[in-house]
């Protein structure tokens, strides 16, 4: 598997206490390459944002080949 080290920070955009709205924004390089998906320098940006308590989506953009070939993505998490 491709392996990325990310850097993020996320802020809770709410006054509610009983209602978080929280967003974040990270980026990320490859550092384990694997197959032939990503080219050299690829880098990985993304925004999170918490639908719920359980819930959280990231649309997310990978830049490969020096900036050359852009990928678009969404991740969705879910927590237990």
């Known amino acids: 598997s491709n392996g990325f080290l990310n850097v993020g920070y996320r802020r809770n955009l709410s006054n509610n206490i009983n209602k978080p709205n ?5 980026v990320g390089y490859l550092v384990n390459s694997q197959g032939n998906l990503f ?8 925004v999170n944002w918490e639908l719920g308590k ?3 989506v990231s649309p997310q953009l990978y830049l490969s080949d ?10 969705v998490g879910f927590g237990f």
């Open 66 to 75: 020096d900036f050359t070939e852009f990928y678009p993505a969404v991740r």
């Open 22 to 26: 929280w967003l974040g924004l990270e």
């Open 39 to 46: 080219g050299e320098n690829t880098f990985k940006l993304g």
């Open 54 to 56: 359980y819930v959280s």
